[in-house]
């Protein structure tokens, strides 16, 4: 209880260099076994395509719940994960949970919803990246084109020849790319061309203030026609109110994501939605 005051009260007070040192090497030690001890679970958070009205897929999103810490961000925790190589066992439990999951809604009969997965750009890394996430569709049984990974444009900025033949090598099987916050990292419309993805995800930055500030509302019409442009789908990130939704409706964005439709939720909680009056009532 004294730890997790500590860590909370970090929230209201701007830690020392010294104090977020020790907190990293502390969240560093505590991860080695987090997984084992069952602190790491995945949310998922429903997607939507806004001009059909079908819920088309998930996005997984890691979640660390520490007994004295307490719930720890993905945004604290994924740099340290990336920093002492823990990413990549983390990151084959994500795909496997999250694929395991994909399965088992189909089986139950909710249909084939997409999973999104995100991946670290040091995930690529791995010479066996590839072969691994390969054999744990196959494993798992999951329909390659069910399956879409998230890179962030920082994926560009190292290696372009490695990560692309990487990324071809999983787009021929059928797997979807997605670059993620699109709007706000390093790569250059150019690396567009060379990544080909099927989705832009445009980051919530833009969405937010979308209908009350006319250059946010310009730069997303901008962002979607350079994804229809180059035969992209479009997805805004960090929908929370029904005039954004329709402003991106009216724009011609294809699916949207966020607490306007859902929280991220377990798996259960996402059941219960899509078992519920759920489709209809936000089906607008
Ligand atoms: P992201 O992939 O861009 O995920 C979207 C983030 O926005 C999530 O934060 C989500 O909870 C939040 N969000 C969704 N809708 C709304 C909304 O309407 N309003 C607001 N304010 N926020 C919304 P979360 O879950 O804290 O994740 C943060 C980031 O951590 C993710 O950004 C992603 O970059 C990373 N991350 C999460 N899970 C994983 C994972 O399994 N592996 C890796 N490598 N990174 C992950
Ligand atoms: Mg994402
Ligand atoms: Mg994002
Ligand atoms: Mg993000």
Known sequence: ???KNRHQKSLFFEPSMGQRLAYKVELEHEMRDAIERGEISLHYQLQKNIQTGHIVGVEALIRWNHPTLGPISPVEFIPVAEETGMIIPIGEWVMKTACRQQVEWTRQGYGSLRM???????????????????????????????????????????????????????RDTGIRLAIDDFGTGYASLKYLRTFEPHLLKIDRFFVDGIDIETERGNMVQAIIAIGRSLNMEVLAEGVETIEQLEFLRAAGCDEVQGYYLSRPLPADGVEQLLRGPFQMIRTV
């Open 1 to 3: 209880e004294a730890k």
């Open 116 to 170: 999104s997965v995100n991946v670290s750009p040091y995930q690529f890394q791995d010479e066996l990246f590839v072969e691994k996430i390969l054999h744990t569709l196959r494993e798992t049984g999951v329909d390659p084109e069910n399956m879409t990974i998230e890179v962030t444009e920082s994926l560009a900025i190292r290696d372009v020849e490695k990560v692309s033949a990487q990324l071809r090598l999983l």
